[in-house]
């Protein structure tokens, strides 16, 4: 008996498996759809997981509640011919995790979250910090929440993990006292509430 081989275009074989109706999901060695946790929307919100340092790891009892991605500035101003932080100023568009939904947020001096979605707001104190997977950029970080309001999406945060930076730095240039600049930069935000 002769047999024939048959191959399949990717994009015939992925309309042919839509017809049957199977999910990404489903393994069909036991067909259980693979499970949903908090980590793997996370981490299929960000494109992949997002490489923590250890130093930035929040203490046990404090579970990821929600993770945006920012885009902004840092913004510094010239003190004694140095240039030194003021401020953020990011807009941030994520998801929470439980339930996951679509969620967006403003960072600023502080520093500070704030939803424009539910009002709730956390400040952050203390950071620990690592350095950037990107050379010249911001480092990473730990903050501890030092206060928090109202019941959303900030409400109740313990930790906030900056990573993931890109851009950022402080000018290498001299400066004139008074003189500020505007850096972009981009970073992920993963916000931890108590488990």
Same mark, same amino acid.
């Given at each position: ?26 393994? %069909? ?7 949903? !946790? ?14 923590? *340092?250890?130093?930035?790891? *929040? $203490? $046990? ?6 993770? %945006? ?38 960072? %600023?001096?502080? $520093? ?11 400040? +952050? !104190? +203390? ?6 997977? !990107? ?18 999406? %900030? ?12 851009? +950022? ?8 006292? +008074? ?17």
């Amino acid at each position: 008996m002769k047999t024939k081989t048959v191959r399949i275009s990717a994009g015939v074989g992925a309309a042919a498996l839509a017809l049957v109706g199977v999910s990404a999901g489903v393994s %069909f060695a036991d067909d259980k759809p693979a499970p949903v !946790t908090a980590a793997s929307a996370a981490d299929r919100f960000l494109g992949g997981a997002a490489p923590v *340092p250890a130093a930035l790891v *929040p $203490p $046990p009892g404090n579970t990821l509640t929600s993770v %945006f991605k920012a885009k902004g500035v840092q913004v510094y101003g010239c003190t004694d011919t140095k240039w030194t932080l003021i401020e953020p100023a990011a807009s941030l568009t994520g998801i929470t995790l439980n339930p996951v939904k679509v969620a967006s947020a403003l960072h %600023f001096r502080g $520093p500070s979250w704030q939803s424009p979605d539910d009002g709730s707001l956390v400040e +952050g !104190t +203390g950071p620990v910090s690592a350095p950037s997977a !990107t050379p010249n950029s911001i480092p990473q970080l730990l903050v501890t929440a030092k206060a928090s309001r109202g019941p959303g999406v %900030f409400g109740d945060v313990t930790f906030i993990q900056r990573l993931s930076t890109v851009g +950022g730095v402080a000018p290498a240039t001299a400066c004139t006292t +008074g003189a500020t600049a505007s850096v972009s930069y981009q970073a992920v935000y993963r916000f931890f509430k108590k488990s």
